[in-house]
Protein backbone atom coordinates (compact mmCIF):
# COMPACT_ATOMS: atom_id res chain seq x y z
CA UNK A 1 0.00 0.00 0.00
CA UNK A 2 3.18 2.57 0.86
CA UNK A 3 4.85 1.59 -2.29
CA UNK A 4 1.46 2.43 -4.39
CA UNK A 5 0.36 5.72 -2.37
CA UNK A 6 4.50 6.51 -3.54
CA UNK A 7 3.94 5.62 -6.98
CA UNK A 8 0.72 7.73 -7.38
CA UNK A 9 2.04 10.87 -5.54
CA UNK A 10 4.52 11.04 -8.54
CA UNK A 11 2.34 9.73 -11.66
CA UNK A 12 -0.72 11.87 -10.54
CA UNK A 13 0.98 15.51 -11.00
CA UNK A 14 2.78 14.23 -14.14
CA UNK A 15 -0.57 13.00 -15.57
CA UNK A 16 -2.12 16.62 -14.48
CA UNK A 17 1.27 18.55 -16.29
CA UNK A 18 1.02 16.17 -19.54
CA UNK A 19 -3.42 17.05 -19.39
CA UNK A 20 -2.30 20.79 -18.82
CA UNK A 21 0.06 20.47 -21.89
CA UNK A 22 -2.25 18.52 -24.00
CA UNK A 23 -4.83 21.19 -23.10
CA UNK A 24 -2.77 24.26 -24.19
CA UNK A 25 -1.64 22.22 -27.38
CA UNK A 26 -5.15 21.50 -28.11
CA UNK A 27 -6.50 24.89 -27.49
CA UNK A 28 -4.05 26.06 -30.07
CA UNK A 29 -2.36 28.23 -27.15
CA UNK A 30 1.13 26.84 -26.95
CA UNK A 31 3.62 29.14 -26.67
CA UNK A 32 1.54 32.07 -27.81
CA UNK A 33 1.15 34.95 -25.49
CA UNK A 34 -1.51 37.97 -24.91
CA UNK A 35 -1.04 41.49 -23.40
CA UNK A 36 -3.10 44.01 -22.78
CA UNK A 37 -1.53 47.34 -22.48
CA UNK A 38 -3.54 50.07 -21.16
CA UNK A 39 -2.15 53.77 -20.99
CA UNK A 40 -4.35 54.54 -18.99
CA UNK A 41 -3.36 52.98 -15.68
CA UNK A 42 -0.68 54.69 -14.78
CA UNK A 43 2.63 54.10 -12.42
CA UNK A 44 6.14 55.42 -12.06
CA UNK A 45 8.13 57.71 -13.88
CA UNK A 46 10.88 56.30 -15.77
CA UNK A 47 14.69 56.69 -15.03
CA UNK A 48 17.41 56.62 -17.03
CA UNK A 49 18.51 53.31 -16.64
CA UNK A 50 21.45 52.97 -18.35
CA UNK A 51 22.85 56.34 -17.09
CA UNK A 52 26.05 54.92 -15.23
CA UNK A 53 29.43 53.31 -16.63
CA UNK A 54 31.98 51.70 -14.40
CA UNK A 55 36.12 51.80 -14.77
CA UNK A 56 38.59 49.64 -12.37
CA UNK A 57 41.05 52.25 -12.47
CA UNK A 58 42.39 55.46 -13.90
CA UNK A 59 45.73 53.88 -14.44
CA UNK A 60 46.63 54.61 -17.58
CA UNK A 61 44.66 57.86 -18.44
CA UNK A 62 41.38 56.22 -19.98
CA UNK A 63 39.62 59.42 -20.35
CA UNK A 64 42.32 62.01 -21.29
CA UNK A 65 42.10 62.78 -25.00
CA UNK A 66 39.16 60.66 -25.52
CA UNK A 67 37.37 60.83 -28.26
CA UNK A 68 33.79 59.66 -29.18
CA UNK A 69 32.72 56.85 -31.53
CA UNK A 70 30.86 59.08 -33.42
CA UNK A 71 28.92 55.61 -35.10
CA UNK A 72 28.06 53.95 -31.79
CA UNK A 73 28.15 56.85 -28.88
CA UNK A 74 26.97 55.17 -25.79
CA UNK A 75 27.50 58.66 -24.39
CA UNK A 76 24.30 59.88 -25.87
CA UNK A 77 22.69 57.37 -22.93
CA UNK A 78 25.39 57.50 -20.37
CA UNK A 79 25.30 60.01 -17.79
CA UNK A 80 27.85 59.35 -15.27
CA UNK A 81 30.96 57.60 -15.33
CA UNK A 82 32.24 56.17 -11.93
CA UNK A 83 35.85 55.86 -11.19
CA UNK A 84 36.38 53.21 -9.04
CA UNK A 85 38.70 53.65 -5.56
CA UNK A 86 40.04 56.94 -7.26
CA UNK A 87 41.74 58.15 -4.10
CA UNK A 88 43.74 55.51 -2.50
CA UNK A 89 44.78 52.31 -1.94
CA UNK A 90 47.64 51.24 -3.60
CA UNK A 91 50.62 53.42 -4.90
CA UNK A 92 49.23 54.03 -8.53
CA UNK A 93 45.55 55.00 -6.77
CA UNK A 94 47.50 57.16 -3.81
CA UNK A 95 47.22 60.97 -5.18
CA UNK A 96 50.86 62.17 -3.89
CA UNK A 97 53.99 63.10 -5.41
CA UNK A 98 55.49 60.21 -3.75
CA UNK A 99 52.86 57.81 -2.18
CA UNK A 100 55.49 55.68 -0.45
CA UNK A 101 56.98 58.61 1.72
CA UNK A 102 55.60 58.26 5.22
CA UNK A 103 57.19 61.34 6.08
CA UNK A 104 55.45 63.54 4.06
CA UNK A 105 51.99 63.05 4.37
CA UNK A 106 50.71 66.29 2.76
CA UNK A 107 52.30 66.08 -1.17
CA UNK A 108 48.88 65.45 -2.62
CA UNK A 109 49.55 65.15 -6.48
CA UNK A 110 45.59 65.27 -8.09
CA UNK A 111 46.57 65.60 -11.36
CA UNK A 112 45.96 62.49 -12.70
CA UNK A 113 42.60 62.59 -11.38
CA UNK A 114 41.42 66.27 -12.83
CA UNK A 115 43.12 64.97 -16.05
CA UNK A 116 40.73 62.29 -16.37
CA UNK A 117 37.60 64.10 -14.87
CA UNK A 118 38.33 66.98 -17.66
CA UNK A 119 37.97 64.00 -20.23
CA UNK A 120 34.98 62.55 -18.94
CA UNK A 121 33.28 66.57 -18.80
CA UNK A 122 34.50 67.05 -22.65
CA UNK A 123 32.40 64.20 -23.85
CA UNK A 124 29.73 65.39 -22.29
CA UNK A 125 29.12 63.16 -19.19
CA UNK A 126 30.04 63.87 -15.64
CA UNK A 127 32.51 62.13 -13.20
CA UNK A 128 31.12 59.80 -10.31
CA UNK A 129 34.17 59.18 -7.84
CA UNK A 130 34.85 56.37 -5.33
CA UNK A 131 36.39 57.87 -2.69
CA UNK A 132 37.45 56.06 1.05
CA UNK A 133 40.30 53.67 0.53
CA UNK A 134 42.68 54.90 2.45
CA UNK A 135 46.57 55.98 1.21
CA UNK A 136 49.03 53.08 1.55
CA UNK A 137 50.86 56.04 3.97
CA UNK A 138 48.07 56.78 5.86
CA UNK A 139 47.78 53.28 7.74
CA UNK A 140 50.69 52.09 9.61
CA UNK A 141 49.48 48.49 8.64
CA UNK A 142 48.85 49.10 5.18
CA UNK A 143 49.33 46.20 2.75
CA UNK A 144 47.75 44.91 -0.53
CA UNK A 145 47.98 41.66 -0.38
CA UNK A 146 44.76 41.13 1.08
CA UNK A 147 41.19 40.91 -1.19
CA UNK A 148 41.08 43.08 -4.19
CA UNK A 149 44.69 44.42 -4.00
CA UNK A 150 44.19 47.64 -2.40
CA UNK A 151 44.67 48.70 1.38
CA UNK A 152 41.81 47.48 3.35
CA UNK A 153 42.76 49.36 6.43
CA UNK A 154 41.36 52.77 7.86
CA UNK A 155 43.76 55.80 8.46
CA UNK A 156 45.54 55.59 11.83
CA UNK A 157 45.04 59.90 11.43
CA UNK A 158 41.54 60.54 10.28
CA UNK A 159 42.23 64.24 10.72
CA UNK A 160 45.17 63.81 8.46
CA UNK A 161 43.09 61.75 5.96
CA UNK A 162 40.22 64.78 6.00
CA UNK A 163 43.06 67.42 4.96
CA UNK A 164 43.42 64.95 2.04
CA UNK A 165 39.59 64.41 1.04
CA UNK A 166 39.18 67.97 1.59
CA UNK A 167 42.38 69.31 -0.68
CA UNK A 168 41.25 66.68 -3.55
CA UNK A 169 37.99 68.47 -3.08
CA UNK A 170 39.26 72.03 -3.36
CA UNK A 171 41.44 71.09 -6.14
CA UNK A 172 38.36 70.13 -8.19
CA UNK A 173 36.37 72.82 -7.98
CA UNK A 174 39.77 74.89 -9.03
CA UNK A 175 39.70 73.37 -11.81
CA UNK A 176 36.07 72.67 -12.75
CA UNK A 177 34.27 75.67 -10.54
CA UNK A 178 32.17 75.14 -7.83
CA UNK A 179 28.63 74.55 -9.94
CA UNK A 180 30.34 71.87 -12.00
CA UNK A 181 31.52 69.82 -9.09
CA UNK A 182 27.98 69.81 -7.54
CA UNK A 183 26.85 68.18 -10.59
CA UNK A 184 29.01 65.18 -10.43
CA UNK A 185 28.52 62.36 -7.43
CA UNK A 186 30.54 61.16 -4.77
CA UNK A 187 30.80 57.77 -3.29
CA UNK A 188 32.75 56.57 -0.11
CA UNK A 189 33.95 52.90 -0.99
CA UNK A 190 32.93 49.72 -3.09
CA UNK A 191 31.12 47.51 -1.56
CA UNK A 192 31.43 48.90 2.10
CA UNK A 193 30.54 45.94 4.26
CA UNK A 194 32.46 43.28 2.43
CA UNK A 195 36.01 42.40 3.91
CA UNK A 196 38.09 41.95 1.30
CA UNK A 197 37.00 45.91 0.25
CA UNK A 198 37.82 47.13 4.46
CA UNK A 199 38.46 45.67 7.95
CA UNK A 200 40.11 46.50 11.27
CA UNK A 201 43.01 44.65 12.56
CA UNK A 202 40.90 41.28 13.93
CA UNK A 203 38.27 41.73 10.98
CA UNK A 204 35.80 42.46 14.06
CA UNK A 205 32.47 43.52 12.49
CA UNK A 206 31.04 45.92 15.16
CA UNK A 207 34.94 47.62 14.84
CA UNK A 208 34.98 47.94 11.09
CA UNK A 209 31.42 48.94 11.19
CA UNK A 210 32.02 51.60 13.25
CA UNK A 211 35.55 52.38 11.30
CA UNK A 212 33.49 52.63 8.15
CA UNK A 213 30.87 55.03 9.64
CA UNK A 214 33.86 57.34 10.71
CA UNK A 215 35.21 56.69 7.30
CA UNK A 216 32.27 58.19 5.65
CA UNK A 217 31.81 61.06 7.71
CA UNK A 218 34.87 62.46 7.46
CA UNK A 219 35.25 61.97 4.05
CA UNK A 220 31.42 63.30 3.44
CA UNK A 221 32.43 66.56 5.60
CA UNK A 222 35.47 67.02 3.92
CA UNK A 223 33.68 67.42 0.46
CA UNK A 224 30.98 69.87 2.03
CA UNK A 225 33.88 71.92 3.50
CA UNK A 226 35.34 72.09 -0.13
CA UNK A 227 32.64 71.94 -2.41
CA UNK A 228 29.47 73.02 -0.83
CA UNK A 229 26.78 71.64 1.11
CA UNK A 230 25.15 70.10 -1.50
CA UNK A 231 27.30 67.53 -2.58
CA UNK A 232 25.58 64.63 -3.76
CA UNK A 233 27.61 61.91 -2.18
CA UNK A 234 26.06 57.91 -1.03
CA UNK A 235 27.36 54.85 -0.57
CA UNK A 236 27.73 51.26 -2.56
CA UNK A 237 27.07 48.36 -0.30
CA UNK A 238 27.10 44.55 -1.12
CA UNK A 239 23.76 43.28 -0.40
CA UNK A 240 23.17 41.02 -2.82
CA UNK A 241 25.13 38.41 -0.59
CA UNK A 242 25.70 39.26 3.69
CA UNK A 243 28.99 40.76 4.57
CA UNK A 244 31.02 41.23 7.03
CA UNK A 245 28.48 43.35 9.04
CA UNK A 246 24.61 44.65 8.33
CA UNK A 247 23.92 47.92 6.23
CA UNK A 248 21.75 48.91 8.88
CA UNK A 249 24.16 49.40 11.10
CA UNK A 250 25.25 52.70 8.39
CA UNK A 251 22.32 53.69 7.68
CA UNK A 252 21.05 54.33 11.06
CA UNK A 253 24.39 56.25 11.65
CA UNK A 254 23.75 58.69 8.68
CA UNK A 255 19.97 59.03 10.47
CA UNK A 256 20.42 59.57 13.80
CA UNK A 257 24.26 58.94 15.12
CA UNK A 258 26.34 61.08 16.52
CA UNK A 259 28.68 62.30 13.21
CA UNK A 260 32.37 61.40 14.09
CA UNK A 261 33.81 64.67 12.36
CA UNK A 262 30.71 67.22 13.51
CA UNK A 263 29.53 66.14 16.81
CA UNK A 264 26.30 66.37 14.66
CA UNK A 265 23.02 64.35 14.57
CA UNK A 266 23.14 62.93 10.99
CA UNK A 267 25.57 62.82 8.09
CA UNK A 268 24.44 63.58 4.27
CA UNK A 269 23.47 61.01 2.50
CA UNK A 270 21.99 60.96 -1.49
CA UNK A 271 21.95 57.59 -2.59
CA UNK A 272 22.48 54.20 -1.73
CA UNK A 273 23.82 51.73 -4.47
CA UNK A 274 24.40 47.60 -3.87
CA UNK A 275 26.43 45.12 -5.71
CA UNK A 276 24.10 42.40 -8.40
CA UNK A 277 25.59 39.35 -10.00
CA UNK A 278 24.35 36.42 -11.03
CA UNK A 279 26.72 33.62 -11.17
CA UNK A 280 26.57 32.43 -14.86
CA UNK A 281 24.28 32.49 -17.95
CA UNK A 282 23.29 29.04 -16.52
CA UNK A 283 23.27 30.09 -13.09
CA UNK A 284 21.15 32.77 -10.76
CA UNK A 285 22.63 33.72 -7.34
CA UNK A 286 22.29 32.20 -4.43
CA UNK A 287 21.81 35.36 -2.69
CA UNK A 288 19.17 37.94 -3.36
CA UNK A 289 17.06 38.91 -6.44
CA UNK A 290 17.56 42.10 -7.62
CA UNK A 291 14.42 43.31 -6.11
CA UNK A 292 15.54 41.94 -3.03
CA UNK A 293 18.64 43.93 -2.79
CA UNK A 294 17.76 47.07 -3.63
CA UNK A 295 14.28 46.81 -1.39
CA UNK A 296 16.65 45.59 1.48
CA UNK A 297 18.28 48.92 1.78
CA UNK A 298 15.76 50.87 0.71
CA UNK A 299 13.18 49.55 3.37
CA UNK A 300 16.12 50.39 6.12
CA UNK A 301 16.43 53.65 4.66
CA UNK A 302 12.97 54.84 4.63
CA UNK A 303 12.66 52.85 8.29
CA UNK A 304 14.80 55.73 9.37
CA UNK A 305 13.13 58.60 7.27
CA UNK A 306 14.93 58.58 4.11
CA UNK A 307 12.54 58.68 1.91
CA UNK A 308 14.31 60.66 -1.42
CA UNK A 309 17.49 58.59 -2.11
CA UNK A 310 18.23 57.53 -5.73
CA UNK A 311 19.12 53.48 -6.00
CA UNK A 312 21.31 51.86 -8.43
CA UNK A 313 23.85 49.17 -8.92
CA UNK A 314 27.01 50.35 -9.17
CA UNK A 315 28.48 46.84 -10.19
CA UNK A 316 27.15 43.57 -11.60
CA UNK A 317 25.31 41.65 -13.96
CA UNK A 318 26.95 37.97 -14.91
CA UNK A 319 29.93 37.02 -13.45
CA UNK A 320 31.86 34.24 -15.31
CA UNK A 321 31.20 32.76 -18.12
CA UNK A 322 30.46 29.12 -19.40
CA UNK A 323 33.88 28.76 -21.02
CA UNK A 324 37.25 29.76 -19.51
CA UNK A 325 40.09 31.25 -21.12
CA UNK A 326 43.72 30.30 -20.00
CA UNK A 327 43.82 31.86 -16.64
CA UNK A 328 40.17 32.59 -15.29
CA UNK A 329 36.46 32.25 -16.54
CA UNK A 330 35.63 35.54 -15.37
CA UNK A 331 33.69 38.14 -17.79
CA UNK A 332 35.31 41.05 -18.54
CA UNK A 333 32.38 43.52 -19.15
CA UNK A 334 30.15 40.99 -16.84
CA UNK A 335 28.41 40.35 -20.14
CA UNK A 336 28.46 37.72 -22.72
CA UNK A 337 28.56 38.51 -26.55
CA UNK A 338 25.48 35.91 -27.11
CA UNK A 339 21.76 37.33 -27.93
CA UNK A 340 21.10 35.45 -24.33
CA UNK A 341 22.37 39.02 -23.12
CA UNK A 342 19.75 41.28 -24.86
CA UNK A 343 17.43 39.30 -23.18
CA UNK A 344 18.46 39.09 -19.79
CA UNK A 345 19.17 42.68 -19.86
CA UNK A 346 15.58 43.12 -20.88
CA UNK A 347 14.59 40.36 -17.69
CA UNK A 348 16.28 43.00 -14.99
CA UNK A 349 15.27 46.41 -16.72
CA UNK A 350 11.48 45.18 -16.21
CA UNK A 351 12.07 44.50 -12.73
CA UNK A 352 13.82 47.89 -12.43
CA UNK A 353 11.02 49.89 -13.57
CA UNK A 354 8.15 48.42 -11.71
CA UNK A 355 10.47 48.51 -8.93
CA UNK A 356 11.41 51.75 -9.03
CA UNK A 357 14.81 51.11 -9.27
CA UNK A 358 17.19 54.23 -11.00
CA UNK A 359 20.27 52.74 -12.71
CA UNK A 360 22.68 49.41 -13.42
CA UNK A 361 25.99 50.45 -13.79
CA UNK A 362 27.79 48.97 -16.45
CA UNK A 363 31.35 47.76 -17.71
CA UNK A 364 31.18 48.36 -21.44
CA UNK A 365 28.99 48.40 -24.33
CA UNK A 366 31.40 47.82 -27.43
CA UNK A 367 33.76 45.59 -28.56
CA UNK A 368 36.33 48.09 -27.77
CA UNK A 369 35.32 49.20 -24.52
CA UNK A 370 33.55 52.70 -24.39
CA UNK A 371 35.02 54.35 -27.58
CA UNK A 372 36.50 51.93 -30.27
CA UNK A 373 34.78 48.65 -32.11
CA UNK A 374 31.64 47.58 -32.67
CA UNK A 375 28.28 47.46 -30.70
CA UNK A 376 27.08 44.62 -28.83
CA UNK A 377 23.51 43.27 -28.43
CA UNK A 378 23.62 45.63 -24.99
CA UNK A 379 24.58 48.59 -26.59
CA UNK A 380 21.61 48.13 -28.81
CA UNK A 381 19.31 47.26 -25.64
CA UNK A 382 20.74 50.69 -23.70
CA UNK A 383 19.76 52.82 -26.64
CA UNK A 384 16.23 51.39 -26.98
CA UNK A 385 16.01 51.23 -23.30
CA UNK A 386 16.83 54.75 -22.60
CA UNK A 387 14.44 56.06 -24.94
CA UNK A 388 12.12 55.01 -22.40
CA UNK A 389 13.30 57.40 -19.82
CA UNK A 390 10.82 59.88 -18.78
CA UNK A 391 8.23 58.06 -19.86
CA UNK A 392 5.24 56.79 -17.79
CA UNK A 393 5.46 53.63 -16.19
CA UNK A 394 1.41 51.84 -17.82
CA UNK A 395 -0.45 48.25 -16.95
CA UNK A 396 0.29 45.49 -18.64
CA UNK A 397 -1.22 42.48 -17.65
CA UNK A 398 -0.44 39.03 -19.59
CA UNK A 399 -2.73 36.49 -20.20
CA UNK A 400 -1.36 32.98 -18.62
CA UNK A 401 -2.18 30.91 -21.57
CA UNK A 402 1.20 30.86 -23.02
CA UNK A 403 3.58 27.81 -22.16
CA UNK A 404 7.41 27.61 -22.71
CA UNK A 405 8.96 25.43 -20.33
CA UNK A 406 11.53 26.27 -18.42
CA UNK A 407 11.15 30.41 -20.09
CA UNK A 408 10.26 33.88 -19.35
CA UNK A 409 8.01 35.68 -21.88
CA UNK A 410 6.79 38.99 -20.50
CA UNK A 411 6.40 42.88 -21.44
CA UNK A 412 6.57 46.43 -19.78
CA UNK A 413 5.22 49.32 -21.67
CA UNK A 414 5.51 53.37 -20.92
CA UNK A 415 3.84 56.47 -22.08
CA UNK A 416 5.51 59.89 -22.45
CA UNK A 417 3.11 62.98 -22.17
CA UNK A 418 5.43 65.03 -24.26
CA UNK A 419 5.74 63.38 -27.29
CA UNK A 420 2.74 61.51 -27.20
CA UNK A 421 4.52 57.93 -27.92
CA UNK A 422 3.63 54.43 -26.22
CA UNK A 423 6.99 52.12 -25.75
CA UNK A 424 6.74 48.57 -25.53
CA UNK A 425 9.63 46.12 -24.60
CA UNK A 426 8.77 42.67 -24.51
CA UNK A 427 11.24 39.23 -24.55
CA UNK A 428 11.44 35.61 -24.43
CA UNK A 429 14.36 34.38 -22.34
CA UNK A 430 15.83 31.25 -20.52
CA UNK A 431 18.85 30.97 -18.11
CA UNK A 432 20.69 28.81 -20.62
CA UNK A 433 22.79 29.95 -23.76
CA UNK A 434 21.06 27.24 -26.06
CA UNK A 435 17.63 28.19 -26.44
CA UNK A 436 15.88 28.15 -29.69
CA UNK A 437 11.76 27.85 -28.74
CA UNK A 438 9.52 30.88 -30.69
CA UNK A 439 7.17 32.92 -28.78
CA UNK A 440 4.01 34.30 -30.53
CA UNK A 441 2.92 37.78 -28.79
CA UNK A 442 0.02 39.68 -29.26
CA UNK A 443 -0.54 43.08 -27.96
CA UNK A 444 -4.30 44.87 -27.17
CA UNK A 445 -3.46 48.29 -26.58
CA UNK A 446 -5.46 50.97 -25.35
CA UNK A 447 -3.88 54.33 -25.40
CA UNK A 448 -6.61 56.68 -25.44
CA UNK A 449 -4.01 59.55 -25.74
CA UNK A 450 -4.03 58.85 -29.66
CA UNK A 451 -6.52 59.85 -31.88
CA UNK A 452 -8.28 58.07 -34.17
CA UNK A 453 -6.62 57.20 -37.75
CA UNK A 454 -2.94 56.29 -37.93
CA UNK A 455 0.14 56.21 -35.98
CA UNK A 456 3.57 55.16 -36.32
CA UNK A 457 4.99 52.33 -35.58
CA UNK A 458 8.49 51.84 -35.69
CA UNK A 459 9.70 47.97 -34.38
CA UNK A 460 13.18 47.57 -33.30
CA UNK A 461 13.96 43.84 -33.18
CA UNK A 462 17.12 42.66 -31.26
CA UNK A 463 18.05 39.09 -32.54
CA UNK A 464 21.31 37.40 -34.06
CA UNK A 465 20.81 39.63 -37.19
CA UNK A 466 22.23 42.46 -34.87
CA UNK A 467 24.65 40.58 -33.34
CA UNK A 468 28.67 39.99 -34.45
CA UNK A 469 29.10 37.83 -31.77
CA UNK A 470 27.22 34.66 -33.63
CA UNK A 471 29.42 35.63 -36.52
CA UNK A 472 32.91 35.90 -34.18
CA UNK A 473 31.81 32.16 -33.10
CA UNK A 474 31.96 30.73 -36.19
CA UNK A 475 34.86 32.58 -37.41
CA UNK A 476 36.86 31.60 -34.42
CA UNK A 477 35.73 27.46 -35.06
CA UNK A 478 36.98 28.28 -39.02
CA UNK A 479 40.53 29.77 -37.83
CA UNK A 480 41.06 27.59 -35.36
CA UNK A 481 40.82 30.41 -32.47
CA UNK A 482 40.36 27.98 -29.20
CA UNK A 483 39.90 28.93 -25.53
CA UNK A 484 43.27 29.07 -25.13
CA UNK A 485 43.46 32.00 -27.14
CA UNK A 486 42.00 34.08 -24.25
CA UNK A 487 43.18 35.24 -20.91
CA UNK A 488 39.47 35.48 -19.56
CA UNK A 489 36.23 34.11 -20.84
CA UNK A 490 36.07 34.01 -24.73
CA UNK A 491 32.30 34.01 -24.05
CA UNK A 492 32.87 38.56 -23.16
CA UNK A 493 31.73 40.24 -26.44
CA UNK A 494 34.84 43.13 -25.54
CA UNK A 495 37.65 41.55 -28.11
CA UNK A 496 39.47 44.24 -28.98
CA UNK A 497 41.55 44.30 -25.93
CA UNK A 498 44.50 41.49 -24.27
CA UNK A 499 42.15 40.47 -21.30
CA UNK A 500 39.90 38.61 -23.80
CA UNK A 501 41.67 37.93 -26.59
CA UNK A 502 45.13 37.40 -25.50
CA UNK A 503 46.94 35.35 -28.07
CA UNK A 504 49.01 37.70 -30.57
CA UNK A 505 48.32 35.53 -33.56
CA UNK A 506 44.51 35.55 -33.00
CA UNK A 507 44.52 39.10 -32.14
CA UNK A 508 46.59 39.68 -35.62
CA UNK A 509 44.06 37.68 -37.31
CA UNK A 510 40.74 39.04 -35.21
CA UNK A 511 42.12 42.64 -36.60
CA UNK A 512 43.41 42.13 -39.92
CA UNK A 513 40.42 40.26 -41.05
CA UNK A 514 37.13 39.32 -39.35
CA UNK A 515 36.81 42.87 -37.00
CA UNK A 516 35.79 45.20 -40.29
CA UNK A 517 32.95 42.64 -41.51
CA UNK A 518 31.24 42.68 -38.07
CA UNK A 519 30.17 46.31 -38.13
CA UNK A 520 27.81 45.24 -40.90
CA UNK A 521 26.83 42.31 -38.61
CA UNK A 522 26.02 44.61 -35.77
CA UNK A 523 23.89 47.11 -37.34
CA UNK A 524 19.95 47.02 -35.79
CA UNK A 525 17.65 48.20 -38.78
CA UNK A 526 14.09 49.88 -37.18
CA UNK A 527 11.40 48.85 -39.45
CA UNK A 528 8.51 51.67 -39.87
CA UNK A 529 5.09 51.49 -40.32
CA UNK A 530 1.76 52.67 -40.04
CA UNK A 531 -1.03 51.16 -37.64
CA UNK A 532 -4.60 51.95 -37.54
CA UNK A 533 -5.85 53.77 -34.49
CA UNK A 534 -10.27 53.14 -33.81
CA UNK A 535 -11.18 54.47 -30.16
CA UNK A 536 -7.98 54.30 -28.90
CA UNK A 537 -7.39 50.57 -29.70
CA UNK A 538 -4.39 49.07 -31.43
CA UNK A 539 -3.70 45.52 -32.25
CA UNK A 540 -0.10 44.24 -32.58
CA UNK A 541 1.84 40.49 -33.35
CA UNK A 542 5.18 39.81 -33.66
CA UNK A 543 7.32 36.03 -33.15
CA UNK A 544 10.05 36.34 -30.73
CA UNK A 545 12.64 33.77 -31.04
CA UNK A 546 14.51 32.15 -27.99
CA UNK A 547 16.32 35.27 -26.17
CA UNK A 548 14.56 37.95 -28.85
CA UNK A 549 13.57 41.44 -27.76
CA UNK A 550 11.67 43.97 -29.14
CA UNK A 551 10.57 47.55 -28.42
CA UNK A 552 7.99 49.12 -29.78
CA UNK A 553 7.37 52.45 -30.46
CA UNK A 554 3.81 54.06 -31.31
CA UNK A 555 3.56 58.20 -32.57
CA UNK A 556 1.37 60.35 -34.06
Not at 54 to 59: A, D, L, P, Q, T
Not at 217 to 224: H, K, M, P, Q, R
Not at 246 to 272: S, V
Not at 301 to 325: C, P, Q
Amino acid sequence: MKILKKVLCVVIPVLIIVGAFLGAVGAGVFNKYTFTVDAEKKGNVLSNTVSNVNIWSIEGNPFVNAQINEENNIFEFVEYVQFMQCSGGTEARDLFKDPLDKTVLDDYDFTVLIENCRGIVNIGAKPMLKLGSVPLKYSKNATTEHGFGMNPYPPDDYDVYYDYIYALGKALVDEFGKEEVLSWRFGVMTEYENADWFITEGEDPDKTAEAYCKLYDYTVEALIDAIGKDVFVGAHSMTVTEGLWDEEIFIKHCAEGKNYKTGKTGTRLCYLSASFYDYSPEEYTTGKTLPETIDYIRDIAEKYGFNDLIYGIDEGRLLVGTTSGKDSDELLTRTVGYLYQAAYNARLTKQMFVNNIDYFSAWSYLSGGFFGGNPTVSYHFAKRAYEMAGSTLVETKADKKGIIFGGEVDAVSAFNEEDNTLHIMAYNFKNTLEYNTEAELTFNVNVPQLKDGKAQLTVYKIDDNCNYFDEWVADREAYGIGDECFAWSPDDPEIDNTVTLSDENARKIYFDELREKYGECSVLEPQKETVTVKDGKITLDITLGGHEVVFYEITQ
